[in-house]
């Protein structure tokens, strides 16, 4: 109950799915406050101790508002979770440039906005941990989603990059690269593409958000603290064989 006792952590794409699983869990894991920025209204925002700010993740304006906020209302930022995304499952040769820039926006650009905005405020506390949402389809191929895949391959670098650039600042970044989990994003998905998941699964089974959420709350504490510009797979055993 007292794993993040204290911290401040914001987290995109937390309305629903995974990142609100690790918004509320944080928040029971005795964290000081959990900011949920999304361009989605959150459902049962009332009853629940998460602070839900709407920003679009594409827009560097929000983010230098939403942490200028933060800062100025508790004094430090100790945890960004870059999660919010979209997923899109077209083939290369099925691509627009409209589809591949939407997705890089939302999926990738994103974190760069949102990292290079939380960086001097973590540098000067000489303390943070960056969480990058990545997948398993940014370690292993698939055929389609060639977009989703672009920006999912890229996250592991980049978090790589800032984990090497400012470790001696006292920042960590990981990314985090789940398997096939419940959640709004697949809850429209085929069955065919679930069951061939499904049965690729080590574990025979999809995650739920609770199994994510508590890998992360892992990076996000300071039972990490000697983990850095790594990548935690949560995906069953998914890419074992
Ligand atoms: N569900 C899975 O099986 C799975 C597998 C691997 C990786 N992931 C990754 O996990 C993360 C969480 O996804 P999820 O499964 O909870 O899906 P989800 O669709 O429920 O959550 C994604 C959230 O991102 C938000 N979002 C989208 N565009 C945004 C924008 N421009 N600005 C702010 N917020 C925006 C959505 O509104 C939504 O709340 C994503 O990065 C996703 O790619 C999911």
């Known amino acids: ?58 827009q560097d304006t929000e983010w230098k508002s939403t942490i200028d906020a933060i800062v100025a209302e508790h004094g ?14 077209e083939t290369i040769l099925e ?36 969480i990058n949402v990545s997948s398993i389809w940014g370690l292993a191929g698939v055929p389609s989603s060639y977009a989703y895949q672009a920006a999912k391959g890229a996250i592991l670098n980049v978090s790589k990059n800032v984990a090497a650039t400012y470790g001696a600042d006292g920042v960590r970044c990981n990314s985090l690269h789940p398997g096939y989990i419940l959640s709004p994003m697949n809850a429209d998905q085929a069955q065919d593409i679930n069951d061939a998941l499904i049965a690729g699964t080590v574990l025979g089974r999809p995650g739920q958000p609770i199994e994510t959420a508590y890998a992360a709350l892992f990076l996000a504490s300071d039972e990490s603290s000697y983990v850095t510009g790594t990548s935690l797979v949560v995906d069953g055993g998914y890419l074992a064989p």
């Open 95 to 130: 691509t627009s440039n409209e589809l591949y820039d939407k997705v890089l926006d939302i999926d990738l650009k994103s974190i760069f906005l949102g990292m290079r905005e939380v960086l001097p405020h973590m540098i000067e506390k000489k303390s943070g941990s960056i």
């Open 76 to 89: 430090q930022i100790d945890i960004l979770i870059n999660n919010a995304a979209i997923v899109k499952y």
């Open 1 to 58: 109950m007292d794993r993040l006792t204290g911290k401040v952590a914001l987290i995109t794409g937390a309305a629903r799915g995974q990142g609100r699983e690790m918004a509320e869990l944080f928040m029971r894991e005795g964290a000081k406050a959990v900011i949920s920025a999304d361009v989605l209204d959150a459902e049962d925002a009332e009853s629940s101790p998460v602070t839900f700010v709407k920003m679009d993740v594409t």
